[in-house]
């Protein structure tokens, strides 16, 4: 992602009621920043949002959280509800690292990640989105029966995590190297940003599920 400084961007954010601030505080208390029992699904790393927007305007019944560590991008995100109402969407603007801090036990019913950044020095390994460290976070707040759903362009990252997410004592439930050509996984796709870029590349799009 191509960061530009957005004046007054940490400001919009603080103001906005679709963001949450201070996320610790409403640890273990998520249903009641959405009023109902509805599940709880969240993308860590959202951009600037269209993926997360869509699935909130097509599920009303369904409560998402989107988690972005910039406030240039996020503000992009709140800019596309300024017109809409969507109770069932928030955001929040933190480092995924600290999930474990801002959401306790099986609160989230399932996770998002969407071309999350590669790191691709050896080194930086355990900050890939897909590493054992945060599947390990992911463990304590997913629910037991919950899932990740994955998608990246990215080969050896997809690679990577074929291979990591079974180290972690997850199981891949399904995956494919060519989600737009494999009819049954792309069935109800909702394209991000990076998605519709990179496909419109050429670039073939890679996914997986995983489960405990
Ligand atoms: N999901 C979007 C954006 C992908 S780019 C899409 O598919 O179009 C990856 C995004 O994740 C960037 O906006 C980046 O700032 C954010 N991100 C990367 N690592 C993160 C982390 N550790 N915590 C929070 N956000 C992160």
């Excluded at 993308?43 to 019944?61: S, V």
């Excluded at 998402?64 to 109402?85: D, F, M, N, T």
Aim: net charge neutral; aromatic share 10%; glycine share 6%.
């Amino acid at each position: 992602m191509r960061l530009r400084n957005v004046p007054g961007s940490r400001e919009a954010i603080a103001e906005s009621s679709m963001t949450v601030n201070e996320p610790e505080k409403r640890k273990g208390k998520w249903k009641e920043v959405f009023g109902n029992d509805n599940p709880i699904r969240i993308e860590i790393g959202m951009g600037k949002g269209n993926f997360i927007i869509k699935l909130a305007q097509d599920n009303p019944t369904v409560n998402y959280i989107g988690i972005e560590k910039y406030s240039s991008v996020l503000v992009r995100a709140l800019e596309k509800c300024a017109e809409e109402e969507l109770p069932n969407l928030k955001f929040i603007r933190m480092e995924a690292e600290y999930i474990c801090d801002v959401f306790a036990e099986n609160e989230v019913d399932r996770i998002y990640l969407n071309f999350s950044d590669p790191w691709p020095k050896d080194r930086h390994a355990k900050r890939r989105l897909t590493s054992k460290q945060f599947f390990e976070r992911y463990d304590v707040i997913l629910k037991k029966n919950g899932i990740v759903e994955f998608k990246t362009d990215n080969d050896l990252l997809f690679q990577f995590s074929l291979e990591q997410i079974p180290e972690a004592g997850w199981q891949i439930e399904n995956y494919t190297w060519d989600l737009h050509h494999d009819t049954a996984m792309f069935k109800g796709n909702v394209m991000t940003e990076y998605e519709a870029k990179f496909s419109a590349m050429g670039n073939p799009i890679h996914k997986l599920i995983a489960k405990r």
